[in-house]
């Protein structure tokens, strides 16, 4: 052993000096290497972008086509009416006159708040406030004579709704038989049905 | 780096010289006693920070050549150990050097051992340089120097017996391979180059006879060469003074012109042979030296402090480097990262430019487009019941004996998971798992129909009637293009699913048959 324990004591400030050396290198190092890394991290998002915007550029004609396309294809459905806003006020009239048109003995209505539609297949973004599509559930109950008047109820109400109505169940059911006899008239049918009024998010219209 | 001081140790006195760039500088002389070795301490305490190279030039120096067996690590240095206390009465100034291994029959070390056999005489001085913490490098002598002279003035003979001139007495080594065999100091007047030079030859002829006596130099042998530093005006004397020897063979060399090729560029005068020693020494440092470790504590502990401040100014310089390259990579990356930013604002720009006459759209542009895929996936699943209940219809007049009770009419996209949970209604069966779409129906969309319906000319227990009167129906609405029947669930099903009980001669019941069937068409079919 070339030096004694007592050595040791004098080497604190040089072991010391050392230390605050080599952990100044060490700081330089790990700041030099977040350094690069940030900047390497920039240059890939950098690229990433600039393939993006090129990608883009690229297709510009066909996205051109596409919004073309899908302006055609927004007539269409204004056509339809998807793209309207809520008439509830309109549909409660509809339903009004219809019954009113129809003779029908009695209808009654339950209209939900709107929500976005979630049928399924559709695409995951079509719920909360993103939803482009909003259903206001109505909720029928209808006495009818016949078949025909409930058939003749839903032709009446996509006429007069101002509004796309898409019919999700309906349940039928005879209240008396055929064999029940004369007399005066009377409901034999009673149907339970659930139509959606889809209008258009209006928070998304710029 | 830290001043170089060498301390030139003779009988009589200490001479002190600093050695800076190759100049041997002057420090001053302390003779031997009292007074002269408090002034070297007063000398020692002047510069705590200078290395300190000890060469004493005195004439008690053995030398002796032993082989031992070859061992290795621990035991080699216990061995070599014993060896000396065995040979010396004093330890304090003793070396071991390894002349290399002696192959055949068993292997063995030859082992040079060396000593100052009279350390008393500057033991004085070593205390004082260990009271002061002076960091003495080592303690050398003229003889181990030698063969570091030799190779500094590139000489190659293979074995020769170096003399020098200095002021402690005239010293003569002999190097065999590059390592000090043996060397001894005689007495010789330097002030008269006369009789140097015959001193010289006679104390060379006994040299070689006492080698040859001890057999480290082969009786027949080629002539030994002598290498001797003198000034060049002394040759001639020399050359007179060696006659015909065919056993020494001189090469004189001027000592100015040597001090110059090893680099020597000024010494004090009055300085003879040891100048181009101690200048050789300084700048070298061979490795084998006597001081203990004791005696070097305080430069083992200027090592450690250095080889400490050394290692962790490399470490940082290393790690600066490694920084700087990486920020340089950095400097460099974002100037690409900027050329791309660049370029991405031209592409934009560019892409904004074609983008402005883009037909104007009512909503943002990405939305269109999911409102044009949401509202084309609604259009596949809207329908009305009209033609389906027509078809119905129809196939219920087709089978005047039914009458239908309820009809559920819905929308799904699997009408087959809809016709199970039907029938688990029914049976009551939990639990079980929904059946998956059939193949190619995925994003098909279905019109699913649940008819409930009795029976009226068949008696509720007249099972086969109420199947043929089924099968019937079942029959009618498979002819009806589009529409297909997933399941239909009759009493009869019911009897075949469990356990029943019945009078057979009970009086036939007036219960009305019931079943019901599911049926499914594709909307857009």
């Known amino acids: 052993m070339m030096l004694e324990r007592a050595d040791l004591k004098r080497l604190r400030i040089p072991l010391a000096l050392a230390l605050l050396l080599a952990g100044a290198g060490a700081a330089a190092l790990v700041f030099s290497e977040a350094r690069l890394a940030e900047a390497y991290q920039l240059k890939k998002d950098g690229h990433a972008r600039i393939e993006a915007a090129r990608i883009r550029l690229a297709k510009v004609s066909e996205e051109e086509l596409d919004i073309r396309n899908n302006l055609a294809e927004l007539r269409k459905f204004e056509d339809r009416r998807m793209t309207g806003p809520e008439k509830r006020l309109e549909w409660i009239e509809a339903i009004a006159a219809i019954r009113e048109k129809r003779r029908l003995f009695q209808v009654q209505y339950n209209l939900d708040p709107r929500r976005g539609v979630d049928y399924p297949g559709l695409a995951q973004e079509q719920s909360g406030a993103r939803a482009v599509f909003m259903a206001s559930r109505l909720k029928l109950e209808l006495a009818l004579l016949h078949e025909e008047d409930l058939l003749n109820f839903f032709s009446d109400l996509r006429t007069a709704g101002e509004s796309f109505a898409s019919l999700r169940s309906c349940s039928i059911s005879r209240t008396e038989t055929v064999f029940s006899g004369g007399g005066p008239m009377r409901p034999r049918l009673r149907a339970s049905c659930v139509v959606d009024m889809i209008t258009l998010n209006q928070e998304g219209k710029p | ?525």
Not at chain 2, 360 to 380: D, F, H, M, Q, W
Request: hydrophobic content about 40%; overall charge positive; glycine content about 6%.
């Open chain 2, 1 to 525: 780096m830290a001043e170089k001081r060498l301390l030139y140790i003779t009988a009589k006195r200490l001479q002190a010289y600093s050695w800076k760039g190759g100049k041997l500088l002057d420090d001053g002389a302390f003779e031997s006693g009292d007074e002269g070795v408090t002034r070297f301490a007063h000398y020692l305490g002047s510069s705590r920070k200078a290395l300190y190279y000890a060469v004493p030039d005195v004439t008690e120096e053995d030398f002796f050549q032993e082989n031992i067996p070859f061992v290795g690590g621990k035991d080699r240095k216990t061995l070599l150990g014993r060896k000396i206390a065995q040979r010396y009465r004093d330890t304090s100034l003793a070396l071991a050097v390894s002349l290399g291994t002696q192959e055949g029959g068993r292997r063995e070390d030859r082992i040079l051992f060396s000593s100052f056999t009279n350390t008393q005489q500057f033991q004085p001085w070593l205390a004082a340089l260990r009271t002061n913490e002076a960091m003495l490098v080592g303690v050398y002598s003229l003889a181990l120097i030698a063969p570091l002279v030799a190779k500094r003035l590139k000489l190659t003979t293979p074995r020769y017996l170096m003399v020098s001139l200095q002021n402690g007495g005239m010293r003569q080594s002999y190097v065999e391979d590059g390592q000090i065999r043996f060397s001894r100091l005689g007495r010789a007047d330097p002030t008269d180059p006369r009789a140097a030079a015959e001193a010289c030859a006679a104390e060379s002829n006994r040299i070689l006879q006492y080698l040859i006596n001890l057999r480290i130099l082969p009786r027949e042998t080629t002539a030994l060469e002598v290498v001797a530093f003198a000034p060049a005006a002394h040759r001639e004397a020399y050359e007179s003074a060696w006659g015909d020897n065919p056993l020494l063979k001189l090469t004189l060399i001027d000592l100015e012109s040597a001090c110059r090729t090893a680099g020597l560029n000024s010494a004090p005068p009055e300085m003879l042979g040891e100048r181009l020693f101690l200048h050789v020494l300084a700048g070298t440092q061979p490795a084998v030296q006597f001081a203990s470790n004791a005696l070097r504590r305080f430069y083992h502990l200027w090592r450690a402090r250095f080889a400490l401040l050394a290692g962790g100014t490399a470490v940082f310089a290393f790690s600066l480097l490694l920084s700087g390259i990486r920020l340089m990579d950095v400097y460099r990356t974002n100037n690409e990262t900027e050329q791309d930013s660049k370029q991405e604002t031209s592409v934009t720009g560019e892409y904004n430019r074609l983008q402005a006459n883009f037909p104007k759209t009512p909503i943002p542009r990405e939305k269109l487009k999911s409102a044009v895929g949401t509202a084309n996936a609604l259009l596949r699943q809207t329908t009305f019941p009209d033609r389906f209940f027509s078809e119905i219809s129809q196939a219920l007049a087709a089978v005047p004996q039914i009458e239908f009770d309820k009809i559920d009419w819905e929308i799904s996209d699997n009408p087959r998971a809809r016709a199970t949970a039907e029938a688990s209604k029914t049976t009551a069966v939990a639990g079980e798992p929904s059946p998956a779409a059939a193949p190619g129906d995925a994003n098909r969309y279905f019109e699913v129909v649940v008819i409930s319906a009795h029976i009226n000319t068949v008696k509720s227990s007249d099972y086969r009637g109420i199947k043929a009167v089924v099968d019937r129906f079942v029959q009618v609405l498979r002819q009806r293009p589009g529409l297909e029947v997933i399941s239909a669930r009759t009493p009869f099903d019911a009897i075949t699913e469990k356990a029943i009980a019945g009078d057979a001669s009970e009086q036939e019941r007036d219960d009305v048959p019931q079943f019901s069937i599911t049926v499914s068409r594709r909307i857009g079919a």
